[in-house]
């Protein structure tokens, strides 16, 4: 007797419930995602864990990838419902302990500590070949600082900016006299020639304001861009 295609038809015996990855190719459109969901919710299919990709832009396609658990019988009526599903282009599944299919899962893990403790969190983790996606070098750790920032921030107190400075850093008035005595000694003093000054933003523009003419309260409102090229006549 052939097989039935039904996606109601009842098991003979008890089956083992296991747990199944499937990936659902749809097209990319509103609405499609809560068909879906809708499909297994209303049929009282549990979703442990569920995400959503664009795979071709040109074809518009998404892929939806579910684990959910249930009997091989059950995973033939989830099977063939998603296929009933108009925006559904393709249905596969994939048995948790299948051996032919490679699993894996990733975890995004936050350590603080020095040196040290973060080399013993990488040789723990080697086996599963750790990536390391940013990394903050120095942090600030004095609170009462941080707390002045925050409070100076609220009353856009530009004083508190020219005159206090960064723990290991310089104040703007710093940067400012900085620039000044860049400027004497260096650039006035070879101004028949064309020069090429390469820094940060920072110091670009406590240049630029002097050159210009600008008082200290108006050398931190100086906006430079990444990159940016500009060129003065001294």
């Given at each position: 007797m052939p097989k039935s295609k039904s996606a109601y038809s009842?098991?003979?015996?008890?089956?083992k419930p296991d747990t199944y990855i499937f990936v659902v190719w749809v097209d990319n459109e509103a609405g499609v995602l809560a068909r879906v969901v809708g499909l297994f919710s209303g049929r009282g299919y549990n979703i442990e864990s569920l995400a959503v990709a664009e795979v071709d832009a040109v074809k518009n396609i998404s892929r939806i990838t579910i684990v959910t658990t249930g009997t091989p019988q059950v995973i033939d009526q989830i099977k063939l419902q998603l296929k009933k599903l108009v925006p559904v282009h393709k249905v596969a599944d994939f048995k948790r302990e299948d051996k032919n299919v490679i699993f894996k899962e990733m975890a995004l893990l936050k350590v603080v500590g020095n040196k040290s403790k973060i080399d013993k969190c990488l040789k723990a983790c080697k086996t599963f070949n750790p990536v390391i996606?940013?990394?903050?070098?120095?942090?600030?750790?004095?609170?009462?600082?941080?707390?002045?920032?925050?409070?100076?921030?609220?009353?856009?107190?530009?004083?508190?900016?020219?005159?206090?400075?960064?723990?290991?850093?310089?104040s703007y008035s710093e940067v400012f006299i900085r620039a000044k005595h860049f400027i004497?000694?260096?650039l006035q003093k070879n101004n028949n020639q064309i020069q090429i000054v390469v820094s940060h933003g920072g110091f670009i523009g406590a240049c630029l304001s002097i050159i210009d003419g600008l008082e200290i309260n108006d050398f931190p409102h100086y906006k430079i861009r990444n990159c940016e090229i500009i060129m003065r006549s001294i």
């Open positions: 009842i098991p003979t015996k008890k089956q996606l940013d990394k903050t070098i120095t942090f600030i750790e004095d609170s009462e600082f941080v707390d002045n920032v925050v409070e100076n921030l609220k009353t856009k107190d530009i004083k508190y900016w020219l005159f206090n400075q960064f723990p290991e850093g310089e004497s000694e260096t």
